[in-house]
């Protein structure tokens, strides 16, 4: 349900692993990320794949981490990032907004 409505408000969701060592800091900064975003104008999620294989494999993580702007639902549309910081998800969400 979440995934049909990104068409009207985008979800920036983070898939990753406690395990993982790439995935180190990620979980921190994506939850100080959303307390910058009212959930009008992005949704912000995280899924442990560890926890919830179902969920990663809805968002298509096949490694972690995966960083993913969801727009509509069809993924093959979805832009991926590899940054780390708040400030350059922020840059780079406006410029796909």
Not at 26 to 38: D, I, T, V
Not at 47 to 61: E, P, T, Y
Not at 62 to 83: A, C, H, N
Not at 87 to 97: Q, Y
């Amino acid at each position: 349900k979440i995934i049909n409505n990104s068409i009207n408000v985008p979800l920036f969701v983070l898939c990753y692993s406690e395990f993982c060592v790439h995935c180190h800091g990620l979980p921190s900064a994506f939850r100080e990320f959303s307390k910058l975003h009212n959930s009008n104008d992005l949704i912000i999620s995280m899924v442990d794949c560890d926890k919830d294989k179902k969920g990663c494999s809805i968002f298509h993580a096949e490694g972690t981490p995966k960083m993913s702007l969801v727009i509509g639902s069809d993924y093959r549309y979805w832009f991926q990032t590899k940054r780390r910081k708040p400030s350059d998800w922020e840059n780079w969400i406006d410029l796909l907004k």
